[in-house]
C-alpha cells in the first residue's frame, strides 16, 4: 500500500463516521403516511445540522486546500458513501446514478425498450420471447431469432453480457435502434430498424385453474401495477369457476409494501389490521382493511419458501395472523426492515433503512443481524441448510420470548421469517452427478432451447396441453441423452432411475415457456409439486 493510500483510508473512515452520524439525525420528522391508497413516507430535513456536518465538511475543505496531490471529490464521494451504509444494516444501499433507472424499472410497471425476452447462449443473445404488442413485434422479429448486430455493429463473442444487452435494447421513448437478426432457414442476415417504446413489467407471471375449484396465481413481485393484475387474475379465475384460490409468493423478494397492502385487502374484513411500521424515530403506523375486498370470505393458502422475502412475508405474516388463510412451504427469508429511497443532487440515491415491519399479532419479520457485519448476515441461510432446517420443521429454532397469537389463538413465533403452518422439505431425492452436471453447464436449458427451435412453427398455436402431447410422442429424451453425451455426460442406469422424471418434467417445460410462455411453463413445472399438492389438501378439507 502506498504512502496516499495510507493516508486516505483513515480518513476515508472518519469521514464515513461523521456523515453516518449526519444520516442517523437529519431525518427529524415524516410528514405522511396514508397506507391504504399506497402513497409513501415523505420527509422533511431539519436546518438544525448536528456539529459533525461541519467537521466533515471541514475536512473535506481541508483536503481539497491542503493536500499534496489533486483529488478526485467525485470518486471519494463513491467510495465513502457506501463505506458508510455498510456500517449500517444489510439492506441500506447507496445507488450509483448510472444504476438507479434499471433498478427502479423492475418495479415501477415499466420501461422503455425494444420489448423482447432473451437469454445468452454460445455468446450469442437469443429471443426467447416477444412481448406481445410491443416495438420488436410490430417489425416481425420472433421467439427464436438471435441479435448478431446492433446499430450496425457485431453484437456476438465473449464480451456480450446481460448488462450490455440491456443497456444497448433500453432507451428513451420514440428513439430508434437498429438490430440485425439471425433466423433459422435463412441465410443471409435481416435488419430492423425498431423504435423504442413502453413495455410493461409483469409481476403476477401466471395464472390458470389447478382444479374445477381452486385457482393457481404467480406473483414474482411486488411493483407498481402488482395490485391491479393480481384483481384481474383472481377475476379472470372466479369467472371459471373458482372459489378458493393458491397464491406462489416463493422466490419473490418482496417490493412494495402499499401493492401487499392493497392485495391483502382484498381478503380481509373492514378494520382487519394488514402492518404496522415503526422505528425509533417514526411513530407507528398501522394499515388497516377498507372492507371493500372482494374475496374476504375465499379459502386462501400462501405458498413461501427461504427466498420469499419482504412485502411476500407483510402478505404471509397477515394473512396468517389474522387466520385468512395458510402458510405452506419453508421459513421465508427474514427481511422486515422499511426503506426509503432517497434521490441525491447527481442523480443518485440511497435506500435507507428507517423502519421495521410487524404483523398484526407483533411479530418482527427481520432476523438478527450486526450492523456493518453483512458477510455473516448473507450466510444466513446457508446456515439454515447446513442445520437441516430445509428438511426438517423441527430444526427450525424458535424462541419462547418470542412467542405470539393470531386472532384465534394459535401460536406463531417471532424472530426472523414467517414459519408455515404446513413445512414441506426441500426435495433434493433426484440430485446425484448426472443431475448436477446437467444442470451446472445449462444442457437443460440449452438443448430445450434448440428443440424448441425445431418445432416452433407448427407448434405455436397451440394449447400447452396439445403442446404436450405433441412433444411426447417425439423422440426428444433420446435425443436429448445423445446431446448430453456429446458432452460426456452419460447417466448409469441407477443415477438415469433417481433422476429421469425430474429432468424430463424441466425439460418439457423449458421447452413449452421457449414455445408458448409462462403460461405454458407453469402448468407442466407445477406438475406434482408437493407444496401444491398440499395446498390442495388442506383447501378441500377447510371446503367440505
Same mark, same amino acid.
Given at each position: 500500500?502506498?504512502?496516499?493510500?495510507?493516508?486516505?483510508?483513515?480518513?476515508?473512515?472518519?469521514?464515513?463516521?461523521?456523515?453516518?452520524?449526519?444520516?442517523?439525525?437529519?431525518?427529524?420528522?415524516?410528514?405522511?403516511?396514508?397506507?391504504?391508497?399506497?402513497?409513501?413516507?415523505?420527509?422533511?430535513?431539519?436546518?438544525?445540522?448536528?456539529?459533525?456536518?461541519?467537521?466533515?465538511?471541514?475536512?473535506?475543505?481541508?483536503?481539497?486546500?491542503?493536500?499534496?496531490?489533486?483529488?478526485?471529490?467525485?470518486?471519494?464521494?463513491?467510495?465513502?458513501?457506501?463505506?458508510?451504509?455498510?456500517?449500517?444494516?444489510?439492506?441500506?444501499?447507496?445507488?450509483?446514478?448510472?444504476?438507479?433507472?434499471?433498478?427502479?424499472?423492475?418495479?415501477?410497471?415499466?420501461?422503455?425498450?425494444?420489448?423482447?425476452?432473451?437469454?445468452?447462449?454460445?455468446?450469442?443473445?437469443?429471443?426467447?420471447?416477444?412481448?406481445?404488442?410491443?416495438?420488436?413485434?410490430?417489425?416481425?422479429?420472433?421467439?427464436?431469432?438471435?441479435?448478431?448486430?446492433?446499430?450496425?455493429?457485431?453484437?456476438?463473442?465473449?464480451?456480450?453480457?446481460?448488462?450490455?444487452?440491456?443497456?444497448?435494447?433500453?432507451?428513451?421513448?420514440?428513439?430508434?435502434?437498429?438490430?440485425?437478426?439471425?433466423?433459422?432457414?435463412?441465410?443471409?442476415?435481416?435488419?430492423?430498424?425498431?423504435?423504442?417504446?413502453?413495455?410493461?413489467?409483469?409481476?403476477?407471471?401466471?395464472?390458470?385453474?389447478?382444479?374445477?375449484?381452486?385457482?393457481?396465481?404467480?406473483?414474482?413481485?411486488?411493483?407498481?401495477?402488482?395490485?391491479?393484475?393480481?384483481?384481474?387474475?383472481?377475476?379472470?379465475?372466479?369467472?371459471?369457476?373458482?372459489?378458493?384460490?393458491?397464491?406462489?409468493?416463493?422466490?419473490?423478494?418482496?417490493?412494495?409494501?402499499?401493492?401487499?397492502?392493497?392485495?391483502?385487502?382484498?381478503?380481509?374484513?373492514?378494520?382487519?389490521?394488514?402492518?404496522?411500521?415503526?422505528?425509533?424515530?417514526?411513530?407507528?403506523?398501522?394499515?388497516?382493511?377498507? *372492507? @371493500?375486498?372482494? /374475496?374476504?370470505?375465499?379459502? &386462501?393458502?400462501?405458498? !413461501?419458501?427461504?427466498?420469499?422475502? +419482504? $412485502?411476500?412475508?407483510?402478505?404471509?405474516?397477515?394473512?396468517?395472523?389474522?387466520?385468512?388463510?395458510?402458510?405452506? *412451504? @419453508?421459513?421465508? /427469508?427474514?427481511?422486515?426492515? &422499511?426503506?426509503?429511497? !432517497?434521490?441525491?443532487?447527481?442523480? +443518485? $440515491?440511497?435506500?435507507?433503512?428507517?423502519?421495521?415491519?410487524?404483523?398484526?399479532?407483533?411479530?418482527?419479520?427481520?432476523?438478527?443481524?450486526?450492523?456493518?457485519?453483512?458477510?455473516?448476515?448473507?450466510?444466513?441461510?446457508?446456515?439454515?441448510?447446513?442445520?437441516?432446517?430445509?428438511?426438517?420443521?423441527?430444526?427450525?429454532?424458535?424462541?419462547?420470548?418470542?412467542?405470539?397469537?393470531?386472532?384465534?389463538?394459535?401460536?406463531?413465533?417471532?424472530?426472523?421469517?414467517?414459519?408455515?403452518?404446513?413445512?414441506?422439505?426441500?426435495?433434493?431425492?433426484?440430485?446425484?452427478?448426472?443431475?448436477?452436471?446437467?444442470?451446472?453447464?445449462?444442457?437443460?436449458?440449452?438443448?430445450?432451447?434448440?428443440?424448441?427451435?425445431?418445432?416452433?412453427?407448427?407448434?405455436?398455436?397451440?394449447?400447452?396441453?396439445?403442446?404436450?402431447?405433441?412433444?411426447?410422442?417425439?423422440?426428444?429424451?433420446?435425443?436429448?441423452?445423445?446431446?448430453?453425451?456429446?458432452?460426456?455426460?452419460?447417466?448409469?442406469?441407477?443415477?438415469?432411475?433417481?433422476?429421469?422424471?425430474?429432468?424430463?418434467?424441466?425439460?418439457?417445460?423449458?421447452?413449452?415457456?421457449?414455445?408458448?410462455?409462462?403460461?405454458?411453463?407453469?402448468?407442466?413445472?407445477?406438475?406434482?409439486?408437493?407444496?401444491?399438492?398440499?395446498?390442495?389438501?388442506?383447501?378441500?378439507?377447510?371446503?367440505?
Amino acid at each position: 500500500m502506498n504512502n496516499k493510500h495510507k493516508i486516505l483510508v483513515p480518513l476515508y473512515l472518519a469521514i464515513a463516521a461523521c456523515v453516518g452520524i449526519c444520516i442517523g439525525r437529519v431525518m427529524v420528522s415524516k410528514q405522511s403516511h396514508t397506507s391504504e391508497n399506497g402513497s409513501t413516507p415523505t420527509y422533511t430535513f431539519s436546518n438544525n445540522l448536528p456539529a459533525g456536518y461541519e467537521k466533515l465538511n471541514s475536512v473535506l475543505d481541508i483536503i481539497n486546500s491542503m493536500y499534496v496531490e489533486d483529488i478526485d471529490k467525485a470518486k471519494m464521494n463513491e467510495a465513502v458513501i457506501p463505506t458508510i451504509l455498510q456500517q449500517l444494516d444489510p439492506h441500506s444501499v447507496y445507488i450509483p446514478a448510472e444504476d438507479v433507472e434499471d433498478v427502479n424499472s423492475e418495479l415501477e410497471g415499466s420501461f422503455s425498450g425494444i420489448g423482447v425476452q432473451f437469454n445468452i447462449q454460445n455468446d450469442t443473445v437469443m429471443i426467447i420471447d416477444v412481448i406481445a404488442g410491443g416495438p420488436s413485434e410490430k417489425v416481425g422479429l420472433l421467439p427464436g431469432d438471435r441479435i448478431i448486430e446492433v446499430a450496425d455493429t457485431n453484437f456476438t463473442g465473449s464480451e456480450i453480457s446481460n448488462n450490455k444487452v440491456i443497456k444497448s435494447l433500453r432507451g428513451p421513448k420514440g428513439t430508434t435502434i437498429a438490430v440485425g437478426i439471425k433466423r433459422l432457414g435463412y441465410d443471409q442476415t435481416l435488419h430492423y430498424t425498431i423504435t423504442r417504446g413502453d413495455i410493461p413489467v409483469n409481476s403476477v407471471d401466471v395464472w390458470y385453474p389447478l382444479t374445477d375449484k381452486v385457482g393457481y396465481i404467480k406473483v414474482s413481485r411486488f411493483g407498481a401495477n402488482t395490485h391491479s393484475e393480481f384483481l384481474t387474475a383472481l377475476t379472470d379465475l372466479n369467472r371459471k369457476g373458482c372459489s378458493a384460490y393458491v397464491i406462489d409468493l416463493r422466490n419473490n423478494s418482496g417490493g412494495y409494501l402499499s401493492s401487499a397492502i392493497n392485495m391483502i385487502n382484498e381478503f380481509m374484513t373492514k378494520g382487519s389490521l394488514i402492518v404496522y411500521t415503526e422505528g425509533e424515530r417514526y411513530q407507528r403506523e398501522s394499515a388497516n382493511a377498507d *372492507g @371493500r375486498g372482494h /374475496f374476504q370470505n375465499a379459502p &386462501v393458502c400462501i405458498l !413461501i419458501n427461504e427466498w420469499s422475502a +419482504s $412485502a411476500s412475508e407483510i402478505f404471509a405474516g397477515a394473512m396468517q395472523d389474522q387466520d385468512r388463510g395458510w402458510v405452506i *412451504g @419453508r421459513r421465508s /427469508f427474514g427481511k422486515g426492515l &422499511v426503506q426509503q429511497q !432517497i434521490d441525491l443532487a447527481d442523480g +443518485s $440515491a440511497i435506500r435507507l433503512t428507517v423502519a421495521r415491519y410487524h404483523t398484526p399479532s407483533g411479530r418482527c419479520i427481520q432476523k438478527h443481524y450486526e450492523q456493518g457485519k453483512a458477510d455473516e448476515y448473507e450466510q444466513d441461510l446457508n446456515e439454515r441448510f447446513n442445520h437441516g432446517e430445509f428438511f426438517n420443521a423441527d430444526s427450525i429454532t424458535q424462541i419462547d420470548s418470542l412467542k405470539y397469537t393470531t386472532r384465534i389463538g394459535r401460536t406463531v413465533y417471532g424472530g426472523g421469517g414467517i414459519t408455515p403452518d404446513y413445512f414441506i422439505a426441500h426435495d433434493t431425492s433426484y440430485y446425484n452427478d448426472f443431475y448436477r452436471a446437467l444442470a451446472n453447464r445449462s444442457i437443460l436449458y440449452n438443448f430445450a432451447f434448440s428443440y424448441a427451435d425445431k418445432y416452433r412453427k407448427q407448434w405455436s398455436q397451440l394449447t400447452y396441453v396439445q403442446l404436450i402431447d405433441k412433444l411426447r410422442a417425439t423422440n426428444y429424451w433420446n435425443e436429448f441423452l445423445q446431446a448430453a453425451a456429446k458432452e460426456n455426460i452419460v447417466p448409469t442406469a441407477e443415477e438415469l432411475a433417481v433422476s429421469e422424471h425430474e429432468v424430463r418434467k424441466t425439460l418439457e417445460a423449458y421447452i413449452c415457456r421457449d414455445i408458448l410462455g409462462d403460461t405454458a411453463f407453469y402448468p407442466v413445472i407445477n406438475e406434482g409439486d408437493p407444496t401444491i399438492e398440499k395446498a390442495l389438501e388442506v383447501i378441500f378439507q377447510k371446503i367440505r
